[in-house]
């Protein structure tokens, strides 16, 4: 069976690895690290096809020691066991390097057969995972390890390396292989950063390409039949899934109407449409409130159209409810009141009620102050008396300040007149 392109076209020096320059250009940490030839424990973290296990391969190559390749989806403690009994042998004397892809998958026993052999050199760990190694990796592996993150790659970095493929595609078929720029922005501008899905996906345009006299065309037509769907990068129980819900729900924060809807595009087209109908709710509480009361209404009412409608036609008060949020004035005055009153609570734990805000009861002989003297606000002027309503030991406690939003401003005003006309 012949390799795919992706595994064939795998740089074989850090000069050739697409991308990653915040780590592996000239002077940064992780290319100093591997230039000095002493190897520590590592993790690399980030999304699929972005270069982890490519990096992880230049640095077996070149440190002169073992290599170990494990994967995490199947690996199990009888391997890890096997690594082990080869330290101390004659095909190990210049150390051993692990590389453990997927180390997320390892229970955390498996993570732990490694800490004593990792942590006196006996073998040098190299991981990589998809997930944030601070929730997936077992946090003393993670103490004896040096994380570097590695991003997705740009199109304009994907470019070179299509062409590339395109290249060696020819040569290994004997063919000429004809892909206009639009077909190569196509398909870097579709992968969604990911190396490795694009070397499959020129791999397949060959494939399905025009043959005339020796020569293979890609056309666009038959690229958009290959990728359909771009690769949006989404995971729902991975930080994908929480990293677009945070940037929608910065964008709408921030009243930038354009992103937030780039990134809800980008939640409907991966068809999780309940995590962004929650987020809207939420938005509409927490960050309009009492600016725009009416918007977590309206918020409501489009969520439950969007679920009653389904996909597609629930991108429609998708679209409304992310528009009417981010141009909405903003207040976070509740969410910082109930904030407040929370760990005010937590300070002074419950106190007694206001004896006249008590259900009406017996006050028993002997009691200080008899009857409830409850005042009731209906039968004042303007439906208000003043009366005390906290507990005594927090009766001057403020939690809620007043907005400097137009509906905010008139409620300050209104609770301002009934002051003046009780009295105070």
């Known amino acids: 069976m012949s390799a795919p392109l992706a595994d064939k076209i795998r740089p074989k020096t850090l000069a050739d690895v697409v991308g990653q320059e915040h780590i592996l250009a000239p002077g940064k940490p992780l290319r100093r690290i591997i230039e000095s ?14 270069g982890k296990t490519t990096v992880a391969r230049i640095i077996a190559e070149n440190c002169g020691m073992s290599l170990y390749k494990l994967n995490g989806t199947n690996a199990s403690l009888s391997d890890i066991k096997d690594v082990v009994a080869d330290i101390g042998t004659f095909g190990s004397e210049n150390g051993i390097l692990l590389y453990l892809d997927e180390i997320q998958y390892l229970n955390k026993k498996q993570q732990q057969s490694l800490l004593e052999y990792i942590e006196n050199g006996d073998i040098t760990l190299i991981a990589s995972t998809t997930e944030n190694p601070y929730f997936s990796v077992y946090n003393a592996v993670i103490s004896r390890s040096t994380v570097f993150e590695f991003k997705p790659v740009s199109a304009e970095q994907l470019i070179p390396a299509i062409k590339r493929a395109f290249r060696l595609i020819a040569e290994e078929q004997g063919v000429e292989v004809s892909a206009d720029d639009a077909v190569i922005n196509m398909i870097a ?40 769907r771009s690769n949006m990068r989404y995971d729902r129980d991975g930080d ?24 809800a595009a980008r939640l409907i087209e991966a068809g999780d449409i309940i995590s962004l109908c929650r987020r809207m709710l939420c938005i509409a509480a927490e960050d309009i409130g009492l600016a725009y009361p009416q918007a977590i209404v309206v918020t409501k009412a489009c969520v439950d159209s969007a679920l009653q409608l389904g996909l597609p036609e629930a991108k429609l008060p998708i679209a409304e409810a992310t528009i009417l949020l981010a141009t909405a004035p903003k207040s976070n005055s509740a969410c910082m009141a109930i904030d407040a009153a929370i760990t005010a609570l937590r300070d002074c734990d419950a106190l007694d009620f206001p004896r006249h805000l008590q259900n009406k009861h017996f006050d028993g002989k002997g009691a200080a102050v008899v009857g409830q003297h409850y005042k009731y606000p209906h039968n004042y002027p303007n439906h208000y008396v003043r009366q005390q309503y906290l507990p005594d030991a927090i009766k001057d406690h403020v939690y809620y300040e007043f907005g400097e939003n137009k509906q905010e401003q008139s409620a300050l005003m209104y609770r301002k007149k009934l002051l003046e006309e009780s009295g105070k």
């Open 37 to 50: 030839g002493t190897v520590p424990n590592m993790i690399f973290y980030g999304p699929s096809g972005v």
């Open 189 to 228: 501008y579709n992968c969604g950063g990911d190396v490795r899905k694009a070397m499959n996906t020129a791999e397949l345009a060959v494939i399905c390409g025009e043959t005339d006299n020796g020569t293979v065309t890609v056309t666009a037509d038959s690229l958009k039949l290959l990728a359909q």
């Open 240 to 263: 994908q899934h929480y990293d677009i819900l945070s940037a929608y729900h910065k964008s709408v924060r921030g009243s930038d109407e354009n992103a937030a809807l780039h990134y």
